[in-house]
């Protein structure tokens, strides 16, 4: 019983750890350019350490996972946390959500992400703006 217990206390301690380092999508803002072109300006933060762990893209993809389009970072973030990017992407006319998630270098996906509902105005972590 005592061996048990130590064990779930060693799990529980070790957790946060895994989980520490993954790249978070905090906030993402959704503007409709024209027709299928929108405007993703995403906010990700992430510890990035340096030249070999940072986060080195961000995408939009569909709930189904079909990577709609993706802004790629060429360089550490790490005196700038959070940041935000913007990047153009075609949005099918008749996807009512999409999933924004950010990648890093190490671990991958797997952080936080931000599901936008593109008929709604705003929504838990995002903003949606429509043009006529």
Known sequence: MKIAGLSLLLVALCVPAAWAGKAHV???????????????????????????????????????GR??????????????????RDERIRIPP???????????????????TVTVDLTKPAGQGYTVTRRP
């Not at 409709?32 to 080195?56: A, C, I, L, Y």
């Not at 990577?67 to 935000?84: I, K, M, N, Y």
């Open 26 to 64: 905090l906030f993402v803002e959704a503007t409709q350019e024209s027709g299928d072109v929108w405007t993703f300006s995403v906010t990700v933060k992430h510890d990035d350490k340096g030249p070999n762990h940072w986060v080195d893209w961000w995408r939009v993809r569909t709930p189904e």
């Open 94 to 112: 008749n996807l009512r959500s999409v999933v924004v998630e950010a990648h890093d270098k190490v671990h991958g996906l797997g952080g936080a």
């Open 67 to 84: 990577e709609l389009g993706r802004q790629v970072l060429l360089h550490s973030h790490e005196d700038e946390q959070p940041f935000t």
